[in-house]
């Protein structure tokens, strides 16, 4: 079956630490996304990448930073120099950044405690 | 500035009970509308996708429309199955890439 997993499905960090989300993708896609999503909140996109070694910050990437060394993974790290990580993460994919259908993951849902 | 506006934000229905969700949005060079449907704790499922005024696409009970300012998601004889979060996105020309703006989301309930 094709399609994107996300890894953990819940995630609990200790105030100072770094934390790593995971995503996988099968689907042959070369876009890949990650968003946050808070409640009372429209989804927020944190950084995505066209191609393997290249990504763009979103509208709210300060205090996260990715990697995109394969063309089916691209992980995303939660700094301790983000405020309020406890949230809802979505990673998504589609062929080309912007142009058509993203497909989304299961979700990881982060708390900080 | 670009914006995507849904409403209402919740929703409360029979089952039986047919309504209309509304997504209007204020962008420049809109290129697509996307509705997905999202349950508790899990990710967004795609539903349709719109491209231009006047197209309709529908599956089982939904139906979407798009007109040039707003798109509506119609449920006709909703049942309980059919009550989660409905997200509307769209697809804008961006500065360097073409970008997705998401909406807040409608919560639908619909009642036994």
């Known amino acids: 079956d094709g399609g994107i997993t996300q890894s953990p499905k819940y995630l609990f960090r200790k105030e100072g630490q770094n934390v790593t989300l995971s995503c996988e993708q099968n689907l042959n896609h070369d876009a890949m996304y990650w968003y946050r999503q808070d409640p009372g909140q429209g989804l927020r996109l944190i950084y995505y990448?066209?191609?393997?070694?290249?990504?763009q910050k979103g509208d709210i990437a300060e205090g996260y930073s990715v990697s995109r060394e394969k063309k089916e993974s691209f992980p995303l790290t939660v700094t301790s120099a983000q405020k309020n990580p406890t949230a809802f993460y979505l990673c998504?994919?589609?062929?080309?950044?912007?142009?058509?259908?993203?497909?989304f993951g299961p979700g990881t849902r982060l708390t900080v405690l | 500035e670009d914006q995507v506006t849904q409403s209402p934000e919740a929703l409360r229905l029979q089952e039986g009970e047919s309504s209309s969700l509304n997504c209007s949005y204020t962008?420049?060079?809109?290129?697509?509308l996307f509705w997905y449907r999202q349950d508790p704790g899990k990710g967004p499922e795609f539903l349709f996708t719109?491209?231009?005024a006047g197209e309709e696409k529908e599956k089982e009970r939904l139906k979407a429309t798009l007109t040039k300012k707003e798109s509506f998601l119609h449920i006709t004889a909703p049942k309980p199955e059919d009550s989660a979060t409905y997200l509307c996105?769209?697809?804008?020309?961006?500065?360097?890439?073409?970008?997705?703006?998401f909406g807040k989301g409608t919560r639908l309930h619909i009642l036994p």
């Open positions: 990448s066209q191609i393997v070694n290249d990504f």
């Open positions: 962008v420049s060079g809109l290129r697509g």
């Open positions: 996105a769209v697809q804008v020309t961006g500065d360097r890439d073409d970008k997705i703006i």
């Open positions: 998504a994919s589609n062929y080309r950044v912007g142009r058509d259908t993203q497909y």
């Open positions: 719109l491209y231009s």
